[in-house]
């Protein structure tokens, strides 16, 4: 059974602590291949809401290095943006260096096909029968997704599960963004079996998510942010029906709720300039 815990406090740093306080962790971690996975879906100097914030991921690692992991290592993908730019633009790469960790870009060389397994269920269609990703990846023996709490406009909420999902599938392969389709995918076909089928073959052993900030309509890429802390949460139930998807701000695959002024394939940010792209339903985690 998994253990959850959830807490708040005026400091990431300390709300991350305790919240981890609760969790056995040693034998998850000591002596492991430890794979840190963050968000870094996109960027850019005027927004980093969609992405995991900088002190959110130095006080992961810094928790995770008191059980002594043999190497620790920060994983990304993104999906929407060359991921060493998105690092570098969100303030992560200072903190891979400055915590001494190894950097992994898994949307780079060399690939592996993976076989994925969708089950018996005849109303699973799971066309993504196996998936292209780096090789390093099969390397990890503990999987840790560190994830913002998004609104998602195509899965509802961004999750550990479509952190990984969405992260792993190589775009140096696939395309940047994936819909691109340098090599054909069927992903977006039966999105949430994909996920499933990604989370069965990539297990994720830690989960962290955290509003900081929580993005409470129109995500994943855009979208207003409500407080800095993790006191904002979604109830997946009132997602169900098409008016409950509206009142939080989920208007269907495609589509987005105005948030202010510019071209259709646009949203503006919190500076007013026109310069976050529609997320991608393929490629942003």
């Known amino acids: ?9 005026e400091t990431i740093e300390r709300g991350i602590a305790e919240a981890l306080d609760h969790l056995s962790l040693d034998r998850l971690i000591r002596g492991k291949l430890v794979a840190v996975k963050p968000n870094e879906t996109w960027a850019s100097a005027d927004d980093t809401t969609g992405v ?12 995770i290095k008191e059980y002594s992991p043999r190497q ?8 929407a943006a060359e991921t060493e730019e998105v690092f570098r633009i969100a303030g992560l790469r200072d903190v ?14 060399p690939f592996t096909s993976v076989q994925l397994n969708y089950g018996v269920d005849t109303e699973v ?12 990846v099969l390397e990890y023996e503990t999987l840790i997704a560190v994830n913002q709490l998004k609104l998602h406009e195509t ?17 140096d392969y696939y395309g940047h963004p994936r819909s691109q389709q340098r090599h054909r995918q069927h992903f977006f076909e039966d999105m949430h079996s994909f996920i499933a089928a990604m989370a069965k073959r990539f297990p994720i052993h830690l989960a962290i998510t955290v509003g900081h900030p929580a993005m409470i309509g129109t995500g994943p890429l855009g979208g207003p942010c409500g407080g800095d802390g993790s006191d904002h949460c979604v ?3 009132t997602c169900r029906g098409r008016r409950g998807r509206q009142i939080i701000g989920v208007y269907g695959a495609g589509r987005t709720a ?9 949203r503006r940010n919190r500076s007013g300039a026109n310069t976050i792209p529609r997320a991608d339903p393929t490629s942003s985690d």
């Open 125 to 136: 269609r799971g066309p993504q029968r196996s998936v292209m990703v780096h090789s390093r």
């Open 52 to 63: 995991t914030q900088p002190d959110t991921l130095r006080a992961v690692l810094r928790y």
């Open 155 to 171: 899965a509802t909420v961004t999750l550990a599960l479509k952190n990984i999902a969405m992260s792993f599938p190589a775009a």
């Open 235 to 237: 109830d997946g139930r």
């Open 96 to 109: 891979v260096e400055q915590e001494q960790v190894i950097f992994v870009d898994h949307n780079r060389p």
């Open 72 to 79: 620790l290592i920060v994983t990304g993908g993104a999906g």
């Open 1 to 9: 059974m998994s253990t959850v815990a959830i807490t708040q406090h």
């Open 258 to 266: 105005p948030v202010g002024s510019g071209s259709p394939g646009t």
